[in-house]
């Protein structure tokens, strides 16, 4: 039963409290009605006992006082007198042994009620401790009914901050699915982006490759016009002259190179393919490794690599061949 604060609580608990009160009384008296009763009924046998211990210490004085007249009387009689006295005496000798009896169930009784007196406090300790121990399971019954009642409202406020965590996990859930559909959308605008750089990157590199055409097929023609030039000019050239003309571009000497100029490592395997640069000093290799590698001779420094089968503007810009 809950324990109110005010009003019509505090009297329903204190008539809690004294209807258990009158039954424990009830269930604790109970046991000792017998013994009650019992010591109630030597207690008027005692009285009776002690009436008729009186009554016959009464008729005892009158009998030794009629015993005493009739001894007196006794020097004429014809004999009547002493039956009379004999009776008496038997009469006194059986109340003697009735008085005696008496006093010896009195001395019984007292003991009877000295031992049921102890019983009777022995019983009321016990009732003592009894009641405060009950007093203390009041007690102790209050304390855990505040506990209780301090447990029920810390389990609502924690249902209360359950309930509010799976909300925020809810809204926390469809941010979540929100962000990672923009997050999607993101990779995919970002995907379409690099296709289309890519695409640009390409056709910049095509665009590229056609102007380095379009200027080596120039400078081929330019130098096809020098040599058919060179070749309708009929008059005799001296050996300084040639010198001067290879000096200034019009004929190239050729030769086959007799000494090691630069040694480098460049794949991991054999070379397959390479590619000079028709306007810089930059070597192209492809090797077994599947790489592409661009090399720049003036500072013998590696300046770019890549995969095989991976959008390169590199190897667009020089056409690698086997």
């Known amino acids: 039963m809950a324990v109110s604060s005010g009003g019509s609580g505090d009297l329903d608990w204190r008539k809690t409290i004294i209807l258990r009160l009158q039954n424990r009384n009830k269930s604790q008296c109970s046991c000792f009605q017998d013994l009650i009763s019992f010591h109630n009924r030597l207690f008027d046998s005692f009285n009776a006992l002690r009436g008729e211990n009186l009554q016959l210490t009464v008729q005892n004085e009158k009998v030794r006082q009629e015993n005493f007249e009739l001894q007196n009387r006794s020097g004429s009689g014809d004999g009547k007198p002493n039956e009379k006295i004999q009776a008496l005496e038997q009469k006194l000798l059986h109340q003697q042994e009735e008085l005696t009896e008496l006093h010896r169930r009195k001395g019984e009784n007292a003991q009877q009620l000295i031992d049921l007196n102890h019983k009777l406090q022995e019983k009321e300790k016990q009732l003592r401790a009894h009641e405060v121990s009950l007093a203390d399971s009041v007690a102790v019954n209050s304390t855990l009914r505040a506990e209780i009642q301090m447990y029920q409202n810390n389990a609502k ?18 941010a979540f699915v929100s962000l990672e559909e923009k997050l999607r959308k993101a990779q995919d605008e970002n995907r379409s982006l690099v296709e289309r750089l890519i695409r640009y990157k390409s056709k910049d590199a095509d665009k590229m490759n056609e102007e380095n055409e379009n200027f080596v097929r120039k400078k081929q023609a330019k130098l096809q016009k020098e040599l058919e030039e060179a070749a309708k000019d009929t008059r005799a050239i001296s050996p300084d002259r040639l010198k001067d003309v290879g000096a200034g571009g019009a004929f190239f000497a050729a030769s086959v190179p007799s000494r090691v100029l630069v040694k480098f490592d460049a794949h991991d395997g054999d070379v397959n393919a390479v590619k000079w640069s028709p306007v810089d000093r930059i070597l192209a290799t492809g090797g077994a490794d599947r790489r592409v590698k661009l090399w720049d001779l003036s500072k013998d420094d590696l300046v770019a690599w890549t995969e095989v089968g991976e959008e390169t503007v590199i190897a667009r810009h020089l056409s690698v061949k086997n």
């Open 157 to 174: 406020e924690l249902e209360n901050m359950n309930q509010m965590l799976k909300d925020e996990h809810q809204a926390l859930h469809l």
